[in-house]
């Protein structure tokens, strides 16, 4: 079996499978983590993503603040599962140091790449497109040069370098609530000059959880023998989009190629706090913690636009439910460049 690659986690948050639950991923016992009104002045946190930090965990969230706009908070933990959150949203700051705020900023991603930590979100930049901002201390926030053009809302980087160049996975989109989209990869020597786009991962299948559109999740896992993501699949109803999420594995040294996906959703909405708020219908995935040792993951995800939830699965139980389930289509298994 694989293994993953990376540090041990001893207190990551952790409840074993409840017996008689048949699933691959099953829901934290105390869901929602993070309740409305968790901020002076922000209505809902939700799409958000936390990092181990100094023995204990900190993340970025997206806190809609009561003028409906969306912005980045920074919150600390001791357990993962209990959360504070600063009153005031980041303050960004470009290279030479002025500010440099994003006029919207939702659906953070956070990842370390060596020694730094590197936040991702979607905001405004005529359009909404890629924002991304450095950290070495939680303190001070260098915003870099936006990666992409518009309209693109939703990526993540790569937790290292491959083959010498960062990469991050996208979506590229239109400027409305986008009803199509695929999984795209860019690469840059240096963060600020992007190219070498790849194809990685096309909606669609043979099911139809999947059928409207696709986007990356948490940061990609890296295991001896490929990259796991999580990624999150919308279907189309008479009642509006349905958010639910997958996982697939990538190839270690060319990730745009796909080596087993899932045809079929590991969590879609069940719980209140998913089908029930400002988006009913939605399980939108973030952030994944991992111990190296005993392969627990905990999924942090987005509920219904309005609250943050916390799932658990072990690397095996994925990689069983994608092998069993494993659906690659035509244009995934190919190296993405068309
Ligand atoms: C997507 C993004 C997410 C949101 C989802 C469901 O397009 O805007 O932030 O969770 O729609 O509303």
Not at 28 to 33: A, F, G, K, Y
């Amino acid at each position: 079996m694989s293994k993953i690659i990376g540090s041990s986690l001893k207190n990551i948050p952790w409840q074993d499978k409840p017996k008689g639950f048949n699933g691959p991923i099953w829901r934290h016992s105390e869901n929602p983590i993070i309740n409305r009104n968790p901020v002076n002045g922000v209505a809902r946190i939700f799409n958000s993503a936390v990092v181990p930090y100094e023995g204990a965990f900190i993340g970025v969230f997206r806190g809609e603040t009561i003028n409906g706009r969306p912005h980045i908070y920074l919150g600390r933990s001791k357990d993962g599962l209990h959360w504070e959150f600063d009153e005031e949203k980041i303050k960004f700051f470009d290279e030479d140091g002025k500010p440099y705020q994003p006029l919207y900023a939702y659906d953070p991603r956070l990842v370390k790449v060596e020694d730094a930590y590197y936040i991702i979100w979607c905001g405004d930049f005529d359009g909404a497109s890629i924002g991304l901002a450095r950290t070495t201390d939680f303190k001070t926030f260098t915003r870099l040069e936006n990666p992409f053009l518009p309209f693109n809302r939703n990526a993540v980087l790569f937790p290292r370098r491959i083959n010498g160049k960062y990469v991050m996975l996208s979506r590229p989109s239109d400027n409305g609530h986008t009803q199509f989209g695929d999984i795209m990869l860019s690469q840059s020597p240096d963060l600020k000059y992007w190219g070498e786009h790849r194809l990685v991962m096309q909606k669609g299948g043979n099911g139809w959880w999947q059928s409207v559109k696709i986007g990356c999740g948490p940061a990609p896992i890296e295991l001896d023998d490929g990259w796991l993501i999580f990624y999150h699949g919308v279907t189309g109803t008479c009642n509006g989009l349905v958010y639910s999420m997958s996982a697939a594995i990538l190839d270690k040294d060319n990730p745009a190629k796909v080596l087993y996906r899932a045809g079929s959703f590991m969590l879609t909405p069940e719980e209140w706090y998913e089908e029930r708020g400002f988006v009913p219908n939605v399980v939108f995935p973030c952030a994944a913690l991992c111990d190296a040792d005993t392969g627990r993951i905990a999924i942090y995800y987005g509920a219904a636009d309005s609250y943050v939830a916390v799932a658990y699965t072990t690397l095996d139980e994925t990689l069983n439910f994608i092998k069993e389930h494993n659906e690659v289509l035509p244009l995934d298994s190919t190296d993405g460049k068309i």
